[in-house]
């Protein structure tokens, strides 16, 4: 029956369009990527040694934009078609790498299996065991100071994959930061999960499949939708 909504004209596509809009789909992801909110610190180990040709580690430029409700990613690559980008957005200078991660500490404890811990300084934490091979992605920052202290800790250890990096997320929005920095922690990749690493994409191969799918027609339509609904005519946005 759904389907049958889809294809079809007039009131009811206009208005399943519209429920969209209020009631934006999740995009079903797989977790490989880390994503921190503010206050939170990820320890890892760097799968990439950041040697010459370590495709586990790259740089990427990444379009963002809104679409209704929901905002859109899609990689800035000759392969990818960028139809539909909005004229305005100008694409993100970011790096990734692959790590493998022993934990979050989370400011708010949102799942019962999650230890409550306290930090060096005393400040009360959960703890979410991760033990699995994750992508770290971040913008370099501004006058890039985020990839300046990954290349410090490359430049400390003579690759990056020596030891236990914390990865600390402050702010929301335009006011976020980012800190990375080396520690004395023991923690390693568990010797029976290292063969794995070796069937690891690479950073490039991820995102284009994660990132590489062009705008589809429904993702322009909804686009127009929420300009019309925000006073914008069609005619002042080109897609």
Same mark, same amino acid.
């Given at each position: 029956?759904?389907?049958?909504?889809?294809?079809?004209?007039? %009131?009811?596509?206009?208005?399943?369009?519209?429920?969209?809009?209020?009631?934006?789909?999740?995009?079903?992801?797989?977790?490989?990527?880390?994503?921190?909110?503010?206050?939170?610190?990820?320890?890892?180990?760097?799968?990439?040694?950041?040697?010459?040709?370590?495709?586990?580690?790259?740089?990427?430029?990444?379009?963002?934009?809104? %679409?209704?409700?929901?905002?859109?990613?899609?990689?800035?690559?000759?392969?990818?078609? *960028?139809?539909?980008?909005?004229?305005?957005?100008?694409?993100?200078?970011?790096?990734?790498?692959?790590?493998?991660?022993?934990?979050?500490?989370?400011?708010?404890?949102?799942?019962?299996?999650?230890?409550?811990?306290?930090?060096?300084?005393?400040?009360?934490?959960?703890?979410?065991?991760?033990?699995?091979?994750?992508?770290?992605?971040?913008?370099?920052?501004?006058?890039?100071?985020?990839?300046?202290?990954?290349?410090? %800790?490359?430049?400390?250890?003579?690759?990056?994959?020596?030891?236990?990096?914390?990865?600390?997320?402050?702010?929301?929005?335009?006011?976020?930061?980012?800190?990375?920095?080396?520690?004395?922690?023991?923690?390693?990749?568990?010797?029976?999960?290292? *063969?794995?690493?070796?069937?690891?994409?690479?950073?490039?191969?991820?995102?284009?499949?994660?990132?590489?799918?062009?705008?589809?027609?429904?993702?322009?339509?909804?686009?127009?939708?929420?300009?019309?609904?925000?006073?914008?005519?069609?005619?002042?946005?080109?897609?």
């Amino acid at each position: 029956m759904a389907r049958e909504y889809i294809d079809m004209s007039g %009131i009811m596509k206009i208005q399943q369009r519209r429920d969209e809009l209020k009631n934006p789909k999740t995009e079903e992801t797989k977790h490989t990527e880390v994503w921190l909110k503010d206050g939170e610190q990820l320890f890892c180990t760097s799968v990439a040694s950041g040697a010459d040709d370590d495709k586990l580690v790259d740089e990427l430029w990444m379009y963002t934009f809104r %679409i209704g409700n929901r905002f859109r990613s899609l990689l800035q690559d000759s392969s990818v078609d *960028a139809t539909g980008v909005p004229e305005d957005t100008r694409a993100s200078h970011r790096f990734g790498l692959w790590v493998y991660a022993h934990y979050i500490f989370h400011v708010d404890k949102r799942n019962d299996e999650w230890e409550e811990v306290e930090t060096p300084s005393g400040v009360k934490m959960f703890k979410e065991v991760i033990d699995d091979y994750r992508i770290v992605q971040l913008a370099f920052g501004r006058g890039d100071y985020v990839w300046n202290q990954l290349v410090e %800790i490359y430049g400390d250890w003579g690759s990056l994959n020596k030891g236990v990096i914390r990865v600390k997320r402050n702010g929301i929005g335009l006011d976020t930061s980012y800190a990375i920095m080396a520690t004395t922690k023991k923690e390693k990749i568990p010797a029976a999960r290292k *063969a794995e690493a070796s069937d690891l994409q690479t950073i490039k191969e991820y995102n284009l499949e994660r990132y590489g799918k062009p705008l589809t027609e429904e993702d322009m339509d909804m686009m127009t939708i929420h300009n019309t609904a925000n006073g914008h005519s069609s005619e002042e946005t080109t897609y």
